[in-house]
């Protein structure tokens, strides 16, 4: 049962994310894109790791989309559907996209060969793996937490300036 | 998973969902049943005993309704739109523990939880899903082809999103005490005394950022009827209305389960004096009770506010206070110990 | 194939939650079905036309609209992230104690900085103040 819900859910992801960029209803998009965070969240679940599921819905799918949804609104969608779509980034897209795969074989093929090298799952009872994860961010990894308070405070002021002008008028 | 686990399962996710739904229906009623007492009216009376059959014929008539779609409406999103709120709504509901375990007066081998499931992250579940509830009013506000939907959609998606991080932050005291997600953990931890007493600042921001949450009164300024005639419903008709409706009912009846449980120890009795010989069941039905009857006695004791002292009080009021709330728990579990 | 499923044993809890949702989403889809079936359809073009009082309608439904509203999104977007990692510090808390305490105060000093700055620069306030 646990291989067919994977299947189930990884099938649902692809599929979403194809659609993604293939409508040409930029709305119709980033709903897909939604369902598409809603079923890595679920595969999520299926690898034990529940907080990140959570966080994938709360902050992707439920925080950032909803920013998305927002710049949306500024499209007019009848005309956008006419303009006819270039494709001039072809050769750097196909460049870069052979550069993740290549990155994507190579750890795939790190964890085939040493299947036992890889950290033990979290570890499973009441508390689960939002606590494992909080052990491991704040204290192996307390500097990055810190440095990404400054990121956020950066991107807030970087918004406020851009909008400074529209915001006086 | 054995076959009695599976059965047992299905009955819950059978017995709970009709609960809800149940629930739903009956809030409509008591809505107008209370709203006519406050204003010294009688409210819905003649479809059966006390009008009890109302919510029926309710359902029946906005069946038989003539379903409009007006020219231009995106077809696909205009039609999720509701299915969206519908689903965000009701999913909330299967992390909520209803009762301590019980085993049915021995009908069952062993006693099993009140509740659809004890999940990790309970709070998060329900948190997620109602982060999701945003997308039905701002997709219907959208799709409509209508100003007033759009203008009703857009409004209420920023009043959610600014009164969700209250609400998220809110709770954040009530987990540092519990030290888990877990609600079924939450309710346990508060046998001796309920959370309400150690995080009055805490509940005191939950609960006004429900009303905020679920668009109700005095913030339901997405669909302030002399400005928008209907907000982001107002192109909506028959049963996509209803759900609508309904889904409203049911984020109350949620976002009601979740202040008992969080703040008012769910199912358990008074503290310090324990059930009284009231089954736990009762206990936080009758909690949950209070809370939805406290939602409709608000709409009618306050005003509606307007838009900018609505964003002004989440932004500079409510976000400070609810970080403070942080603050102080945490230095308070610090020179306690 | 193990590598991806390792562990799904412990997906107990999830499986009545994912049926709950699929009830849900069955309910939702169910419903609409059988209106469909039951209720009458006599379209014309005058009931079909959008909402704006009985007078016909004027311009665009989706025009470009205040700029504010995206500001408030951004700053959600921010704090929503803020708040993701406020759940997994407080459910540590009893075991992080004063270390952990200061710890989440300098990442939200730094935070509030930027809330601040917000603040004075008049990002928060809805209506421009006099």
């Known amino acids: 049962m646990e291989q067919f819900f994977f299947f189930l859910f990884a099938a649902g992801a692809v599929i979403s994310a194809l659609l993604v960029i293939s409508r040409r209803n930029v709305m119709h998009c980033a709903l897909f894109l939604v369902l598409t965070f809603f079923f890595v969240a679920a595969i999520f679940v299926l690898l034990k790791a529940e907080f990140l599921a959570a966080v994938q819905v709360l902050v992707y799918a439920g925080a950032i989309m909803v920013l998305f949804t927002f710049v949306i609104f500024l499209v007019h969608i009848p005309r956008t559907e006419k303009i006819r779509q270039t494709f001039r980034q072809k050769n750097l897209a196909l460049a870069?996209?052979?550069?993740?795969?290549?990155?994507?074989?190579?750890?795939?093929?790190?964890?085939?060969?040493?299947?036992?090298?890889?950290?033990?799952?979290?570890?499973v009872g009441a508390v689960g793996?939002?606590?494992?994860?909080?052990?491991?961010?704040?204290?192996?990894?307390?500097?990055?937490?810190?440095?990404?308070?400054?990121?956020?405070?950066?991107?807030?002021?970087?918004?406020?300036?851009?909008?400074?002008?529209?915001?006086d008028r | 998973m054995s076959v009695l686990w599976w059965l047992v399962t299905l009955v819950k996710v059978g017995v709970i969902f009709g609960a809800v739904l149940g629930v739903v229906a009956y809030m409509t009623l008591a809505e107008r049943k209370v709203s006519g007492h406050i204003q010294l009216r009688l409210g819905p009376n003649r479809v059966g005993p006390f009008g009890l059959l109302q919510p029926i014929a309710d359902g029946l008539k906005l069946m038989f309704k003539e379903d409009i779609i007006p020219d231009h409406v995106d077809k696909v999103i205009y039609l999720l739109a509701p299915a969206i709120s519908t689903v965000a709504a009701f999913a909330a509901y299967a992390v909520i523990p209803l009762g301590p375990p019980t085993d049915f007066f021995g009908l069952l081998p062993e006693p099993v939880p009140l509740q659809i499931a004890d999940v990790n992250?309970?709070?998060?579940?329900?948190?997620?899903?109602?982060?999701?509830?945003?997308?039905?009013?701002?997709?219907?506000?959208?799709?409509?082809?209508?100003?007033y939907s759009l203008l009703g959609g857009l409004r209420s998606s920023a009043q959610m999103i600014s009164y969700e991080l209250s609400l998220g932050m809110s709770v954040v005291g009530v987990l540092m005490m519990s030290g888990s997600l877990s609600l079924t953990r939450v309710v346990e931890d508060q046998a001796g005394?309920?959370?309400?007493?150690?995080?009055?600042?805490?509940?005191?921001?939950?609960?006004?950022?429900?009303?905020?949450?679920?668009?109700?009164?005095?913030?339901?300024?997405?669909e302030a009827e002399p400005e928008l005639v209907a907000g982001y419903h107002t192109e909506y008709?028959?049963?996509?209305?209803?759900?609508?409706?309904?889904?409203?009912?049911?984020?109350?009846?949620?976002?009601?389960?979740?202040?008992?449980?969080?703040?008012?120890?769910?199912?358990?009795?008074?503290?310090?004096?324990?059930?009284?010989?009231?089954?736990?069941?009762?206990?936080?039905?009758?909690?949950?009770?209070?809370?939805?009857?406290?939602?409709?006695?608000?709409?009618?004791?306050?005003?509606?506010?307007?838009?900018?002292?609505?964003?002004?009080?989440?932004?500079?009021?409510?976000?400070?206070?609810?970080?403070?709330?942080?603050?102080?728990?945490?230095?308070?579990?610090?020179?306690?110990? | 194939m193990e590598v991806f499923l390792r562990g799904y044993s412990a997906l107990g809890p999830y499986v009545p939650v994912f049926l709950f949702i699929v009830v849900a989403v069955t309910f939702g889809i169910v419903t609409l079905f059988i209106a469909k079936l039951v209720r009458p359809h006599r379209p014309y073009p005058e009931k079909l036309s959008p909402y704006e009082c009985g007078v016909p309608p004027l311009m665009e439904a989706r025009e470009r609209f205040f700029i504010r509203f995206y500001i408030i999104a951004i700053l959600f977007v921010l704090f929503d992230v803020e708040a993701a990692f406020l759940y997994p510090w407080a459910v540590l808390y009893g075991k992080l104690g004063l270390y952990g305490f200061i710890e989440m105060m300098i990442f939200i000093g730094i935070l509030l900085v930027g809330y601040f700055y917000a603040w004075r620069k008049g990002a928060l306030d809805w209506v421009k103040e006099g």
């Open chain 2, 121 to 147: 992250i309970g709070i998060l579940y329900i948190f997620a899903l109602s982060s999701m509830g945003v997308y039905g009013i701002v997709l219907a506000g959208w799709s409509s082809n209508n100003k």
């Open chain 1, 129 to 167: 793996n939002t606590e494992s994860f909080g052990v491991a961010l704040f204290t192996r990894f307390l500097f990055p937490f810190e440095v990404v308070s400054v990121l956020l405070l950066a991107a807030m002021i970087g918004a406020i300036v851009l909008a400074k002008k529209e915001i």
């Open chain 2, 193 to 222: 005394l309920w959370y309400v007493f150690l995080q009055p600042l805490g509940f005191i921001i939950f609960i006004i950022a429900a009303f905020a949450e679920t668009n109700r009164l005095p913030f339901d300024l997405p």
């Open chain 2, 237 to 337: 008709s028959s049963m996509k209305f209803s759900l609508f409706f309904m889904s409203e009912y049911a984020a109350m009846f949620t976002i009601s389960a979740m202040a008992v449980t969080l703040y008012f120890g769910g199912w358990q009795g008074l503290p310090g004096l324990g059930t009284l010989g009231i089954p736990p069941v009762l206990w936080f039905v009758g909690k949950v009770a209070f809370f939805l009857f406290l939602f409709l006695w608000v709409r009618w004791t306050l005003p509606r506010f307007r838009y900018d002292q609505l964003m002004n009080l989440g932004w500079k009021v409510f976000l400070p206070l609810s970080l403070l709330n942080v603050l102080l728990t945490g230095l308070g579990l610090v020179l306690l110990r």
């Open chain 1, 96 to 123: 870069l996209g052979l550069l993740l795969g290549l990155e994507v074989a190579y750890i795939l093929y790190g964890t085939m060969a040493a299947p036992a090298s890889l950290p033990a799952a979290a570890p």
